[in-house]
T-cell receptor
């Protein structure tokens, strides 16, 4: 059974650019969540999608957005990149929700903004 | 004050030692408690899952939840060098949106 797949693994972008990250959840999982991980702040919740609808949202600015497709694959987009956006972005999937099943995480996309 | 507090360590122990990792939290709405293990350059993996209070054991790992004290623990018996990783506590509940909140993670080193 394939795990959660995130692409690309590494990205280097320039301040002001935008970036799109992709996540393919485990087959059959309908909930996809995104987290930002930094040494100073740890894992910070960005948003969760379920059946193509955003179900929960964290406290990030509007520059961070996401979407989910009918096959449960998800993308997140960050516009007008800032140096502080450099982080590991993790995607996690669950069958229906993380409360009763916990998450299965991907290996993440390491974004560096220069 | 953060909702979930976890000492970042690092914690260094000799092989075979019993390891105790802990988290405290402030939101009494948390009902689901988890421990994740994260190796370098990997995403976290779910290690233990507990609903409400009590203990849960799985091999060398024991998770404890004390809701009255808002305190959770993970014990690792007979620790191995392969246990060297970052351990993150996580918890969730109906907190005005079902989000999972993570602790900062404790870096553990088990020396052979």
């Amino acid at each position: 059974k394939a795990g959660v797949t995130q692409t690309p693994r590494y990205l280097i972008k320039t301040r002001g650019q935008q970036v799109t990250l992709s996540c393919s959840p485990i087959s059959g999982h309908r909930s996809v969540s995104w987290y930002q991980q930094t040494p100073g702040q740890g894992l910070q919740f960005l948003f969760e999608y379920f059946s193509e609808t955003q179900r929960n949202k964290g406290n990030f600015p509007g520059r961070f957005s996401g979407r989910q497709f009918s096959n449960s694959r998800s993308e997140m987009n960050v516009s007008t990149l800032e140096l502080g956006d450099s982080a590991l972005y993790l995607c996690a999937s669950s069958p229906t929700d993380s409360l009763t099943y916990g998450y299965t995480f991907g290996s993440g996309t390491r974004l560096t903004v220069v | 004050q953060k909702e979930v507090e976890q000492d970042p360590g690092p914690l260094s122990v000799p092989e075979g030692a019993i390891v105790s990792l802990n988290c405290t939290y402030s939101n009494s709405a948390f009902q689901y408690f988890m421990w994740y293990r994260q190796y370098s350059r990997k995403g976290p993996e779910l290690l233990m899952y507990t609903y409400s209070s009590g203990n849960k054991e799985d091999g060398r790992f024991t998770a404890q939840v004390d809701k009255s004290s808002k305190y959770i623990s993970l014990f690792i018996r007979d620790s191995q060098p392969s246990d060297s990783a970052t351990y993150l506590c996580a918890m969730s509940g109906n907190t005005g949106g079902f989000k999972t909140i993570f602790g900062a993670g404790t870096r553990l080193f088990v020396k052979a």
